[in-house]
């Protein structure tokens, strides 16, 4: 069992629907990450959050909203996403120290239509 | 040049055969340096980390060239179970982890 679980895994929705992805993680990790993988495209950061802070914003539209409540838990939250935003959204953690290895949730896949 | 650029693949050797996949970076002051597996349709796990003195896990070494920017995974004595998509990933400091765009192998039988 994965220490990072990602709900929903699998979410179709409208241009116009307004939708959220959540991530928890059960390792104590201080460090908190967005990814998108894209078909045929290396994993891209979108966010980072350290400690609840957010350190990392890797020039993501504003159509993609991070929100970290405590180190445990992060979601992004979705409104007038575009079909070229379909993709595997990977969460993942880490000690949120140089040198540590990230450990990712299962993904979400998500489809625009 | 992209940050982290690996062989673009795919791999497709017989059981038992040994592969190597290499993998360049561009930034010179990355700071540490890992192997991720991702299975299809799956999130990506951990392989092995990968150290400036060489590493052996089982059937898997990793080495690491700083001067050349360079990092290898050996694969030996290829078992079916390891078809998978190979990730590069560097680590650059606190919260930057770069990845590859991964190089995929198919072992047949």
């Known amino acids: 069992e994965t220490g990072v679980t990602q709900t929903p895994r699998h979410l179709v929705m409208g241009m116009t629907n307004k939708k959220s992805l959540k991530c928890e993680q059960h390792?104590?990790?201080?460090?908190m990450y967005w990814y998108k993988q894209s078909a045929k495209k290396p994993l891209e950061l979108m966010f980072v959050?350290?400690?609840?802070?957010?350190?990392e914003n890797n020039s993501v539209p504003s159509r993609f909203s991070p929100e970290c409540p405590n180190s445990s838990h992060l979601f992004l939250h979705l409104h007038t996403l575009q079909p070229e935003d379909s993709a595997l959204y990977l969460c993942?953690?880490?000690?949120?120290?140089?040198?540590?290895?990230?450990?990712f949730g299962e993904g979400s896949w998500l489809t625009v239509v | 040049r992209k940050e982290v650029e690996q062989d673009p693949g795919p791999f497709n050797v017989p059981e038992g055969a040994t592969v190597a996949f290499n993998c360049t970076y561009s930034?010179?002051?990355?700071?540490?340096f890992f192997w991720y597996r991702q299975d299809c349709r799956k999130e990506p796990k951990l392989l092995m980390s990968?150290?400036?003195s060489g590493n052996e896990d089982g059937r898997f070494t990793a080495q690491l060239n700083r001067a050349s920017q360079y990092i290898s995974l050996l694969i030996r004595d290829s078992k079916l179970s390891d078809s998978a998509t190979y990730l590069c990933?560097?680590?650059?400091?606190?919260?930057?982890?770069?990845f590859g765009a991964g190089t995929r192998l198919t072992v047949k039988p």
């Open positions: 993942a953690s880490s000690q949120g120290q140089a040198g540590n290895t990230i450990y």
């Open positions: 390792l104590g990790h201080n460090a």
């Open positions: 959050y350290n400690f609840k802070e957010q350190t």
């Open positions: 930034n010179s002051a990355s700071q540490s």
């Open positions: 990968v150290y400036s």
């Open positions: 990933v560097v680590n650059r400091g606190v919260d930057d982890m770069r």
